[in-house]
C-alpha cells in the first residue's frame, strides 16, 4: 500500500514513542479487566444518583434558587447526562477494544507492510504471532457477539471504534491545532505541515501553563483579598464617621433644646411678672375709685340731711342762725374741695398683653452649626526626621490628631537665635494644603524654629508647639597641599566652612579604574570626629576621595574630590618650621638658598622655625610601615638631609643631636666628604661616585634608615635605631644651592637588605 522505503531507516521511527505494532499487544485480560472497570464506573455513577440528586438540592438551597424547582431539575438532568455519556464513552471503549484490535492485526494493510520487513527477518517468529492472534480472535468472538447483541445498531459500532482507534493510536501532539494526533496523520493526514511534539512535553507544558495561570489566578485572589480588606476598612470607617455624626447632630439637638427650654422659662416668668405688675396698678385704682365713692356719698347723705331738716324758705334766708352757718360753710368748704380734686377715671393698665418676640439667633446659631464645621483644633508638628535636609532645604512634617476639617494650614518659622535680641528675627508665613512642606532658600548648618496652625472656614487653629529644624552642614573642603600618604595609608585633612560645629564626617572612597563607571563609592569612614582621618589603602592603588560633613539634618554634599595614589609616599614641607633663608618654590618641593657670607641673620623667625641650620621640616604620614623618597642634588652644593623629630631643636644643626639623623656632604680642598650624623657621631666611610640623586628608605618595621645612590643602585649607609616615636623628613643647606626632593617614587627592589 505504501512504499517500502517509508520505513527503511531507523531515524524514521523517531518521530514515533512506540511502535504502532505495540499498541496491538495487549492480552485478553487487559480488555477484560478494562470492561469489569468501565461496569464498575457505570454502576457507582447509578449509585450516586441519589447524592448527586442531594448535593444539587444544597447547591439551590444556598444560592436562593431551591424555590425555582425548574431550574434545580434542570441542573439534575444535565448532570445525569454528563455522568450518562461518560459512562456510555468508556462502555465503547471496552467494547471496541477487542475488535479495534483484531480487526487492525487481521485487515489492515498497511500493519502488515509495516511489518513485512520484521517477517522476512524473522519467519519463525511471524508463525508464532498468527497463532496467537488467531487465539485471540477465537476468544474474543464471544465477547463481540455479546455487544453486537447488546448494542442493536453495527452503525454505532462502528462509531466507537473509530473513535477508540483515534484515541489509542494518539500519540504525539499537534501545536498548532492544539490536539493529540496519531503519527502517521503528522506524515500523510492533514496535520503533515504542522508542528508537533511528543505528548509528555506537551503534557508538561501545558501544566507550566496551568501553574502560570494558577499563579495569575492566586495574585487575583490576592488583590480580590486585599481590595476587600479595603472595602471592609470603609466599611469600618463609614460606620465610625456615622456614629461620630450622629453622636454630633444629638448634642446639637440636645443644645437647641435646652436653650428653647430656657428661651421658655423666660418668657413665662417675664409674663407672669408683667401680670402682677397689672393686677397691682388695677387693685390701687379700684381702691382709689372707692375712696372717692366713699366721700361723695357721704357728701350727698349731708347735704340731704340739711335740706329735709330746715325749711326751704328759711334755708334760703339770709339771717340763719349761726350754727347753721358755720355747718353750712363747712359743708361748703368740703364740697369745694372734692370739686377740685381731679377723678382720674381712665384705666391705669391695659388689659391686654404686650406681644413678646422671642430671639432665636441663639438657636438659629446651634442649628446653623450642624452643618457648619467648627474651628480646628491645635496641629501636632513632628520632630525632625534624620537626612530629611539639605544644606540649603528643610522637610517638616506634621498631623492634625483629630477629626476636624482643614482647608489649609500655615505654617511660620525665622532662625533660632541665641542673642538675647532672638525676638527680632524676621518670621516667614507660607500657607501648604498639605501636611509637610518642603523650605528652601535656607542658610547651612542653621537652626530654624517651626510653628503650625490649621485654617478653615470657622477661623484658625492655635499653632501649635515650636519645634527645632536644623538643616544640613556645608560640604567641606580637603586640604589638598597637607594629604599625606605612602603604599598602604593616606592621611586626610579638611576644613568646614560652617561657623556652628556639626557631629561628624564621613569619608567616601571611590577607586579609580579603567571602567566608565569608576565614581562608585567602594568604602566609607563614618563617625569621624575631628577634620583629620588615617585611611589604610591598598597599594599600587588610586583612589577618589570626598568628605561629608553631618549634623542631625542630614548629609552635606560631597566635597571636591581629591586623588590619591599609593604607589609611593607622599609628604608636604612644613613651612612654618622654614629658616627664613630658604625659600620653597611654586612646585612645593624645591628649597633654595641665596647665596650669604653667613647663615646666621636679623630676620625674623616663627616660633617653630630654624634658627641657625638652614633647614626644614617634612609632613610624612604616621604609619609604621616603609617609607621611601629621594633628594636630587647638585655636585657642588653642601646640605644635610635625612629626618628628625618633630621635636628636635631648631636652634640646633641636624644631625648634632639625638633627635636627627643625617647625611652631610661638604666639600673640602682635597674631596667630597660625606658624612652620616646622629648625635655629632660619623662613621668613616668613603664614597667614590658622588651621588647626584639620594635615595632615603625609612623602616618602621626593621628599625632601619638607609641611604643610596639610585643612579647605580648603591647601598651607603643605614642607621639601626629604634625610633620611638615617628620621624619626619628634614632638609638643609649649607651653602647656597637647590635641593629637589621627589615624593610618590615606588620603593625600588633594590633597596632591600
Not at 563614618?526 to 560633613?549: D, F, K
Amino acid at each position: 500500500f505504501y512504499h517500502m522505503d517509508l520505513y527503511g531507516s531507523k531515524d524514521r521511527f523517531d518521530i514515533f514513542p512506540e511502535e504502532l505494532s505495540a499498541q496491538g499487544d495487549k492480552s485478553l485480560g487487559d480488555m477484560k479487566r478494562d470492561s469489569v472497570l468501565s461496569s464498575e464506573k457505570i454502576q457507582y455513577s447509578q449509585e450516586a444518583g441519589y447524592d448527586l440528586e442531594k448535593e444539587v438540592a444544597e447547591l439551590a438551597k444556598m444560592y436562593g434558587i431551591d424555590e425555582d424547582r425548574e431550574k434545580e431539575l434542570e441542573l439534575l438532568g444535565h448532570t445525569e447526562m454528563l455522568e450518562s455519556r461518560r459512562s456510555l464513552t468508556r462502555t465503547g471503549k471496552a467494547r471496541s477494544q477487542g475488535s479495534i484490535f483484531n480487526a487492525s492485526e487481521s485487515s489492515s494493510p498497511v500493519k502488515g507492510r509495516s511489518q513485512s520487513p520484521k517477517q522476512q527477518r524473522l519467519p519463525g517468529k511471524v508463525s508464532q504471532d498468527e497463532d496467537q492472534n488467531k487465539a485471540r480472535a477465537e476468544d474474543e468472538s464471544p465477547i463481540w457477539s455479546r455487544e453486537g447483541l447488546s448494542s442493536g445498531s453495527m452503525s454505532d459500532e462502528w462509531n466507537s471504534q473509530a473513535v477508540s482507534e483515534e484515541e489509542e493510536a494518539a500519540d504525539v501532539f499537534c501545536s498548532t491545532c492544539k490536539i493529540p494526533i496519531r503519527a502517521f496523520d503528522k506524515l500523510f493526514g492533514e496535520h503533515k505541515d504542522h508542528e508537533v511534539t511528543q505528548l509528555p512535553s506537551a503534557v508538561e507544558s501545558e501544566k507550566e501553563e496551568i501553574h502560570k495561570n494558577m499563579c495569575k489566578l492566586e495574585e487575583q485572589i490576592a488583590q480580590m483579598e486585599n481590595f476587600a480588606s479595603h472595602l471592609e476598612e470603609i466599611f469600618i470607617t463609614v460606620e465610625e464617621n456615622f456614629g461620630r455624626q450622629e453622636q454630633n447632630f444629638e448634642v446639637h439637638y440636645n443644645d437647641a433644646v435646652q436653650v428653647l427650654a430656657q428661651k421658655y422659662e423666660e418668657q413665662l416668668e417675664a409674663l407672669g411678672e408683667e401680670k402682677r405688675q397689672k393686677l397691682e396698678a388695677l387693685y390701687e385704682q379700684l381702691v382709689s375709685c372707692g375712696e372717692h365713692l366713699n366721700t361723695c356719698k357721704e357728701l350727698t347723705d349731708t347735704t340731704q340731711e340739711l335740706c329735709l331738716e330746715n325749711d326751704k324758705a328759711s334755708f334760703m334766708k339770709v339771717n340763719m342762725s349761726l350754727a347753721i352757718a358755720h355747718a353750712f360753710s363747712s359743708y361748703n368748704y368740703r364740697l369745694e374741695e372734692f370739686l377740685k380734686k381731679e377723678v382720674d377715671l381712665e384705666l391705669s393698665t391695659q388689659p391686654e398683653f404686650e406681644e413678646r418676640v422671642i430671639d432665636f439667633s441663639e438657636v438659629e446659631q446651634l442649628m446653623n452649626s450642624i452643618n457648619a464645621i467648627p474651628a480646628p483644633c491645635a496641629p501636632v508638628i513632628n520632630p525632625q526626621a534624620p537626612n530629611a535636609a539639605t544644606g540649603t532645604s528643610l522637610r517638616v512634617c506634621w498631623g492634625l490628631f483629630s477629626d476636624d476639617t482643614v482647608e489649609c494650614y500655615q505654617l511660620c518659622y525665622k532662625p533660632v537665635s541665641h542673642e538675647r535680641h532672638s525676638d527680632e528675627q524676621a518670621e516667614h508665613m507660607l500657607k501648604v494644603k498639605e501636611t509637610y512642606c518642603t523650605i528652601t532658600n535656607l542658610l547651612p548648618n542653621t537652626q530654624y524654629e517651626f510653628w503650625v496652625s490649621a485654617l478653615n472656614a470657622s477661623g484658625i487653629s492655635p499653632p501649635s508647639e515650636r519645634a527645632v529644624y536644623v538643616t544640613a552642614p556645608s560640604p567641606p573642603t580637603i586640604k589638598t597641599g597637607k594629604i599625606r600618604s605612602c603604599e598602604n595609608a593616606a592621611l586626610v585633612c579638611w576644613e568646614s566652612k560652617d561657623l556652628n560645629p556639626v557631629d561628624s564626617y564621613t569619608v567616601e572612597l571611590s577607586k579609580v579604574t579603567d571602567e566608565e563607571d569608576s565614581n562608585n563609592i567602594t568604602e566609607s569612614i563614618v563617625g569621624i570626629p575631628n577634620c583629620e582621618v588615617l585611611i589604610h589603602l591598598q597599594p599600587t592603588q588610586s583612589y577618589h576621595i570626598c568628605v561629608r560633613a553631618l549634623n542631625l539634618g542630614g548629609s552635606s554634599e560631597r566635597s571636591e574630590p581629591v586623588l590619591i595614589h599609593t604607589t609611593g609616599t607622599y609628604f608636604c614641607l612644613n613651612e612654618d618650621t622654614a629658616h627664613p633663608l630658604l625659600a620653597i618654590l611654586d612646585d612645593g618641593f624645591t628649597i633654595a638658598c641665596d647665596e650669604l657670607e653667613s647663615p646666621e641673620c636679623d630676620l625674623p623667625v616663627y616660633d617653630n622655625s630654624f634658627t641657625r641650620c638652614i633647614g626644614i621640616l617634612g609632613s610624612l604620614i604616621p604609619f609604621p610601615g616603609k617609607h621611601y623618597w629621594e633628594v636630587e642634588v647638585a655636585e657642588d652644593t653642601e646640605y644635610r638631609i635625612g629626618v628628625a623629630f618633630e621635636s628636635t631643636p631648631r636652634h640646633g644643626y641636624l644631625g648634632a643631636n639625638n633627635s636627627s639623623w643625617c647625611m652631610r656632604h661638604i666639600i673640602t680642598p682635597s674631596r667630597h666628604k660625606y658624612e652620616f650624623l646622629h648625635n655629632g657621631m660619623t662613621p668613616d666611610i668613603r664614597i667614590t661616585v658622588p651621588p647626584r640623586r639620594i635615595g632615603i628608605l625609612l623602616d618602621y618595621e626593621n628599625c632601619r634608615l638607609s641611604f643610596f645612590n639610585a643612579d647605580i643602585a648603591q647601598h651607603l649607609h643605614t642607621f639601626n635605631s629604634h625610633f620611638q616615636h615617628y620621624v619626619h623628613p628634614c632638609f638643609a643647606l649649607e651653602t647656597p644651592g637647590i635641593l629637589q626632593i621627589h615624593t610618590g617614587v615606588t620603593t625600588p627592589p633594590w633597596t632591600a637588605l
